[in-house]
């Protein structure tokens, strides 16, 4: 792959790194990347992958553009409220990198067809930028049965988290939360507000562990939740382990087909430590 003269002023700030060079360059070039959520958390995600070269960025969301995700979905703008999200999203990312190709999947992720899209493209990492349990947990088992490295990320309030699994090495969701929360358990996003900055900075740190990924850098989140405090500007690092008896990575596992649960949007749990 020959870069053109334009591709070497476009990405000329990441070929001086010695980190990336030309060579990492073209791995990004050649990278596929799913997002799933063109929300608060997918928006910064798919916008910086966009604007790095990233070859092909898939982004799948059923919803359509409300004037309420203007606070923090920045892909999103006033002309496109009532626009589905996909659209939106693409629009966007091809304005800013015509270079990449950006797959749209207009439905609602479910059990019976997450396998199929991420297989699609096999894509080489996923990104979760959703807002709710029941799809965090799906997306975990889904890349835990098809090999699949992915960032989970959880904004509400003041407070976001992050943790990166990696086939083989590491603690997968489930391994740290087990299981969704009862309902009604933990307020929502439209109960409990979010600052609309969160989704910037967690989303942009998901793009990050991708990048990384895909240029085999050290560092990533595996075996960590990062989470972040905007009130006191603090983040924290936690060691997690990888838990044996998991229903999914485990030595036995006992869920051995994605499940749908049904659970209320926009939530985050938080993990305490002891």
């Known amino acids: 792959m020959a870069f053109s003269d334009e591709q070497l002023e476009r990405y000329s700030r990441h070929i001086i790194l010695k980190e990336v060079g030309v060579k990492g360059q073209k791995r990004i070039m050649g990278g596929k990347v799913l997002i799933i959520g063109a929300g608060g958390l997918g928006a910064p995600a798919a916008m910086y992958l966009a604007a790095a070269g990233m070859g092909t960025i898939g982004i799948a969301d059923a919803d359509v553009v409300d004037l309420s995700n203007l606070q923090r979905q920045i892909i999103h703008s006033t002309p496109d409220v009532g626009k589905p ?27 019976s067809n997450i396998t199929d899209i991420i297989k699609d493209r096999d894509y080489d990492f996923i990104i979760d930028g959703t807002d709710n349990f029941p799809i965090k947990f799906l997306i975990n088992d889904a890349c835990v049965m098809l090999g699949k490295p992915f960032s989970h990320a ?12 990696i086939p083989g090495k590491g603690p997968c969701y489930r391994c740290v939360f087990q299981n969704p929360p009862p309902a009604d358990a933990v307020p929502t996003c439209r109960q409990a507000g979010v600052l609309g900055v969160m ?9 990050t562990e991708a990048l990384k990924y895909l240029l085999g850098m050290e560092g990533l989140l ?11 500007m603090d983040f924290r690092k936690v060691k997690l382990s990888h838990n044996p008896d998991c229903q999914v990575c485990g030595e036995h596992p006992t869920i051995k087909t994605l499940i749908d649960y049904e659970q209320a949007v926009c939530d985050l749990k938080e993990y305490h430590n002891g």
């Open 85 to 111: 999200k996909v659209i939106s999203a693409k629009e966007t990312m091809n304005a800013m990198n015509p270079d990449v190709e950006v797959v749209t999947y207009h439905e609602w992720i479910n059990s």
């Open 199 to 207: 989704g910037g900075v967690i989303g942009t740190l998901q793009a």
């Open 222 to 232: 595996n075996g960590y939740l990062l989470t972040y405090n905007a009130l006191t």
């Open 154 to 165: 959880g904004i509400i309030r003041f407070q976001g988290q992050l943790l990166t699994y």
